[in-house]
């Protein structure tokens, strides 16, 4: 198999079967000897009819259905355990990543990488995604002490090599184009136009966000937990100072007015650095109970169109 195609399918059911034949006609071009993988992530849109309509039509097309809604990057893996290609693309279902862009990512892995990223040029979002997606990375580089470029989505290709060792990875809070960063392959990036969905819209809303970012940065890095120790020294050390500075001046001064609102408020500060520093420290927990527990990263309904291993 020369190239697999992998695509979490999640609320663009319209989109589909112009997915599928802009796919082929472009892949075509570079090979006959291709599969496209669509992971069905429990859509509610119905979008598990329309592939079972593909796979019907097209035995180069490979359909998973999984039991329930895992998560795009669960679904993406899912994709990939399955695929056999030598090279092997990951893009979304709602065609902002244009499949004729394909033959430019193979012929740039050609030059010798081992996994070149797409880089969205225009990008066609709102103003506050944006300003929310940068805000994000720049808090990612400071706690995995890294640069990271915002522009780079999924939309990519890989070499078997670069795709065996990120499915060797098995942690279940996983980031597709950061794990494959991390992995330290030779990679290139190229610059492409980005496009309107073609139909729906985003279904990662602010709180799916703010959660996805917290597994992130916690799974890759343990630079927030030093960061709340580093927190609670400095405010012990100030809190410290501030007591002996209180006590000069009502030995030397008598001017320090005693009352309950600057106590209280310096116990409801501490309280409230205390309980942020326990609940990041709970979160580490948490992540440590759910790798623990070893359940599968997803579970798969049914696969369409699978070839049997001999």
Sequence with gaps: MDISVVIPVYGCRAALFE??????ESLQT??????????NDCCPQGSWEDIEKICASDKKVVGIN????FGQIRAITAGLDKSRGDAVVVMDCD?????ENIPLLYEKLSEGHDVVFSRRKGRVDSG???LFSKLFYKVYDYFTEGTYDSSINNFSIAKRKVIDAYCSMREHNRAYTMFIK????????IDLPAEERFSGKSSYSFRKKMKMASEI???QSNKPLIFSVGVGFTMAIISFIFIIVLIIRRLAFNDVTTGWASLIASVFLMGGLILAAIGVVGIYIGNIFNEAKNRPI???????NEEKEE
């Design 95 to 99: 065609l902002q990543d244009r499949p």
């Design 66 to 69: 999984l039991s329930r809604n």
């Design 19 to 24: 997915l599928h034949r802009r796919l082929t």
């Design 128 to 130: 506050l995604t944006k």
């Design 217 to 219: 940065i916690t799974s």
């Design 30 to 39: 570079i090979t006959d000897d291709y599969e496209i993988i669509l992971v």
């Design 182 to 189: 991390w992995l330290g392959f030779n990679e290139a990036v």
């Design 298 to 304: 997803y579970v798969i309904s049914e696969i369409l």
